[in-house]
């Protein structure tokens, strides 16, 4: 039987799960059931989340937990995280926890300039589009008046366009780079509106457009975050802890292996928040890799630096958050996160994401040069390995206690869970 089918998006969304389950599932009651269980039994909560996207049929959660004691400029918070992995949440909350008695986190918004690209062809001579781009540049901005009419009320805006010869990299590659100002919104539908409208101003013979696009590579929208505090306060064997760590940081900026999985840690954090208040993951991470590569070589995010006796640890990152449009005024989850971080501006998200990365990476590198990072994490994850057994409430409260004084492994549990199970 085929599995090429036409007219799928125009099915109800039973009709869409009768032909999944009939198509693809041997056991296609069981299919149905597991769709249906994660609806929610709100329908107008339901029919919100059934039009985010297309061809919905179920609801795939993800769960939403808060790490609280964070202290960021002096001003508590208690930061929501959507995440799946274990020990992220409980990670976080112990880092913030052991930061407030020090001070806790310092972060600034360097720059908040975000990029938009138009992409052409052109087979003649530079001087000649250079002049052309000179003539023409006032009427670009003028055609996007009434795009860009809001928001210059708010202080954004087209901040510049500037020709850029490509042709060196792509023979008759030219584009015009944009730069913005989008204030509390992420800007991506506003961007590449303006973008379009430009590109079409800006064509005439000669000039072939590829296409118009906002970049997710926006190097000037950063953020730095930072801790710090004398080595006698990061506890017993504070020179160690603190020279180990250093160590740690300085792997993984001239080891590419190492560094990914150290800003992989981060990302944790930093798409847990991101996540919870309804902006854009991808676009974040794709920023944030792309950025940890800028000088040549893929390299940590995070710096480390121990001098006079004083430990400091940091983050500079490049973040495009939004707190107004798209999700964060759709999602109820997403408009409940932001109004727990008390209805940050844009810039103050900027601020509380890339603390939680940090965060995040300090927990992760002070397992590593300690305990190492199995014995935390697989103590969270051995909740997920009782639930893959079927343990019982009780079943799981005399493995916790059993686990408490023993290494956990996947083997080790089972063998435990089975060996009860004779008794």
């Given amino acids: 039987m085929t599995k090429i089918i036409s007219g799928f998006s125009k099915f109800t969304k039973q009709e869409k799960i009768n032909w999944i389950a009939s198509t693809f599932f041997t056991e296609k009651e069981d299919a149905v059931s597991v769709l249906k269980k994660y609806w929610n039994s709100d329908e107008n909560l339901q029919q919100l989340h059934d039009e985010f996207i297309e061809n919905t049929i179920s609801n795939f959660y993800v769960p939403y937990g808060v790490a609280p004691n964070f202290i960021i400029n002096g001003i508590d918070y208690a930061i929501p995280m959507a995440v799946e992995e274990s020990s992220v949440v409980a990670a976080a909350s112990l880092v913030a926890k052991f930061w407030s008695a020090r001070g806790g986190f310092k972060a600034k918004v360097v720059s908040t300039t975000k990029i ?6 052109y087979n003649g001579d530079f001087k000649a589009l250079e002049t052309y781009f000179e003539e023409i540049k006032p009427s670009l901005f003028e055609v996007t008046d009434t795009i860009t009419k809001n928001m210059r009320k708010r202080g954004g805006g087209i901040l510049d366009l500037e020709l850029r010869d490509k042709s060196d990299k792509l023979n008759n590659y030219y584009q015009i780079h944009a730069s913005f100002e989008t204030k509390d919104s992420m800007g991506a539908n506003f961007i ?20 118009s696009i906002l970049s997710n590579y926006i190097p000037e929208c950063l953020v730095r975050a930072e801790v710090g505090c004398s080595i006698d306060e990061l506890g017993e064997n504070g020179v160690e802890f603190a020279q180990k760590f250093q160590q740690a940081v300085q792997i993984a900026n001239v080891e590419p292996h190492r560094a990914v999985t150290h800003n992989k840690g981060i990302m944790n954090g930093i798409d847990a928040v991101v996540l919870a208040t309804g902006n854009d993951f991808r676009a974040i991470e794709a920023g944030a890799h792309a950025f940890a590569a800028k000088d040549g070589q893929y390299k940590s995010l995070t710096h480390c630096e121990v001098n006079d006796g004083i430990f400091k640890f940091w983050i500079e990152i490049p973040l495009a958050l939004g707190t107004v449009g798209g999700l964060t005024a759709l999602h109820p989850l997403a408009k409940l996160s932001l109004e727990l971080l008390q209805k940050p501006s844009a810039r103050e998200l900027m601020q509380i994401v890339a603390v939680a990365g940090l965060a995040q990476n300090f927990a992760a590198l002070r397992a590593l040069v300690t305990t190492g990072i199995q014995e935390g994490h697989m103590k969270m994850h051995l909740q997920n390995i009782l639930n893959q057994l079927g343990a019982s409430e009780k079943e799981k409260q005399e493995l916790t206690t059993y686990f408490k004084k023993r290494p956990v492994s996947h083997s080790a549990v089972v063998s435990a869970y089975a060996k009860m199970k004779e008794l």
């Avoid at 938009?116 to 062809?121: A, K």
Wanted: net charge positive.
């Fill in 192 to 211: 590449n509106s303006c973008l379009e409208a430009i590109a079409k101003k800006f064509k005439k013979e000669g000039i072939e457009i590829v296409m």
């Fill in 116 to 121: 938009g690209q138009v992409h052409f062809m």
